[in-house]
């Protein structure tokens, strides 16, 4: 099983101040055909999971351009480049390369 | 619009079983990797099953030979039944699919939740 932890677990961040959070992963997260399914997922207080990035860079529809994702290999990162009030929440990494699917533990976003 | 939709979540005593259903809108979830995703209450997201094209299914260690993942091509719903409940499978349960992103699980549910008394 594919383990991926994140640091750090709180981030405190002030607003307007950029904010970034990591995911590694136990192994490598490339399949045999070039592909790294790693995404990150916002889950916001009550609320389901929402998608962010998908296959480690890719901005999903409607979310803010803040929002990127970079990383290869086992080394991954998602950076918002200046808080927002609606950024509260918890940030978590997922791998669907490899079953079973794993996430991590999750990073939870707070305001200063 | 994607849309999904759980039910069947419910109060029931350890070694009962309950059936969830997820409904899906929007879209054709035959043709999609459909996954049933849990959270324990103040925890963190665990990963239960997935079901994609051609019937192919997977399991959690935690759940397998306990749930089993079905879908309905004709009613666009995936379903979890879910047997010899303990008290750990307390949980909320998300149902997700890869709508437009490959392998992102772009769509969610609100949740269905499931309390399992010891």
């Known amino acids: 099983e594919i383990v991926l932890t994140q640091t750090p677990l709180s981030s405190p961040v002030t607003l307007g101040q950029p904010a970034s959070f990591s995911c590694r992963s136990s192994?490598?997260?490339?399949?045999?055909?070039?592909?790294?399914?790693l995404n990150w997922l916002q889950q916001r207080p009550g609320q389901p999971p929402r998608l962010l990035i998908y296959k480690v860079s890719n901005r999903f529809s409607g979310v803010p351009d803040r929002f990127s994702g970079s990383g290869a290999g086992t080394d991954f990162t998602l950076e918002i480049s200046k808080v927002e009030a609606e950024d509260v929440g918890v940030y978590f990494c997922v791998q669907g390369t490899q079953l079973p699917y794993t996430f991590g533990q999750g990073t939870k976003l707070e305001i200063k | 619009e994607a849309q999904l939709v759980e039910s069947g979540g419910g109060f029931v005593h350890s070694g009962e079983s309950l059936r969830l259903s997820c409904a899906a809108s929007?879209?054709?979830?035959?043709?999609?990797?459909m996954i049933w995703v849990r959270q324990a209450p103040g925890k963190g997201l665990e990963w239960v099953s997935v079901i994609h094209h051609g019937d192919i299914t997977g399991y959690a260690d935690s759940v397998r030979g306990r749930f089993v993942v079905s879908r309905d091509d004709s009613k666009n719903t995936m379903y979890l039944q879910m047997r010899s409940l303990r008290a750990d499978d307390t949980a909320m349960y998300y149902c997700?699919?890869?709508?437009?992103?490959?392998?992102?699980?772009?769509?969610w549910g609100q949740g269905t939740l499931v309390t399992v008394s010891s």
């Open positions: 929007g879209f054709s979830a035959s043709s999609k990797y």
């Open positions: 997700a699919s890869s709508v437009t992103t490959p392998g992102g699980f772009d769509s």
């Open positions: 192994q490598s997260l490339v399949d045999g055909y070039g592909n790294t399914f």
